[in-house]
């Protein structure tokens, strides 16, 4: 039986803050084993090492690894959302504290991290309309920065409505 994949974040020094403040936003998670540096390593003996917390039944590690190696837009997490109130929650708590919205449902947390905040609508709509329905929703999502569902809905749905 082959094991697991496990995410692991870098941070320069905050991955214990980090994984508290994600704990913090998601419902179903946890801080599991913090590992911490011992005599003779790269940082004073008894810095956290490594974090291990949950998300949603997801495993995750977030490593002190020092500077040098920042996060990138090359990898974010996507947080599927089953309606407007749970991807406003997500929104907010990843954003607090001195994130940054970016376009389209991504932002980027106050440590660096991209985050897409999706509803669960949207594969929907992806997978069942039409191209042209697509086309409209897909339009009105890229006129938006936190995604508002009912006016996706909307514009599958050929309804004129304003901006999000």
Not at 4 to 17: G, K, R, V
Not at 78 to 104: F, K
């Amino acid at each position: 039986m082959p094991g697991s994949i496990t995410p692991c974040l870098w941070f320069d020094e905050d991955a214990e803050a980090a994984a508290l403040h994600y704990v913090g936003v998601f419902d179903d998670a946890a801080i599991g084993r913090i590992a911490r540096y011992g005599d003779n390593m790269r940082k004073a003996a008894g810095t956290v090492l490594v974090v291990e917390f949950t998300l949603r039944g997801q495993p995750y590690m977030a490593l002190n690894g020092g500077p040098g190696v920042p996060h990138s837009d090359a990898i974010s997490l996507s947080v599927d959302c089953a309606d407007q109130a749970e991807l406003d929650r997500h929104w907010d708590g990843l954003i607090a504290d001195g994130g940054t919205p970016v376009m389209c449902g991504w932002l980027k947390d106050r440590f660096g991290l991209s985050w897409q905040i999706v509803p669960r609508a949207m594969a929907a709509m992806q997978r069942d309309g039409t191209p042209e329905q697509v086309q409209r929703m897909m339009q009105a999502m890229m006129g938006m920065v936190k995604l508002d569902i009912a006016a996706l809905e909307a514009a599958f749905a050929g309804n004129r409505v304003g901006n999000s």
